[in-house]
């Protein structure tokens, strides 16, 4: 089991995210199911699934623009609460 917490700048950003609920979830089950157990168990492992989560939302949040300035990426950290491996 994993719980996983969004750190936003502010409450008005949560909000914004809240439309997207389903496609950040689907974008989480897809990255803990390509890990393995012996990747998360070290703390560079969990670091790494952080990041790639924070990455995947943002990019769900703010897609990359076409003229290719950077899109603004709303959550700045990847938290987990509660982290079980069986």
């Known amino acids: ?7 936003l700048p502010d409450a008005h950003e949560a909000e914004a995210l809240k439309p997207y ?17 012996s990747q998360l168990i070290t703390l ?6 952080a ?9 769900i949040v703010n897609p990359p623009r076409r003229n290719g300035s950077a899109p603004e990426e709303p959550v700045e950290t990847v938290v987990f609460s509660s982290f ?3």
């Open 21 to 37: 609920t389903p496609e950040i979830r689907n974008a989480v089950l897809r990255l803990l199911s390509s890990r393995k157990a």
């Open 1 to 7: 089991m994993v719980v996983v917490e969004l750190r």
């Open 44 to 49: 560079e492992g969990k670091d790494a699934l």
């Open 51 to 59: 990041e790639d989560i924070r990455k995947a939302v943002n990019v």
């Open 84 to 86: 079980i491996i069986q």
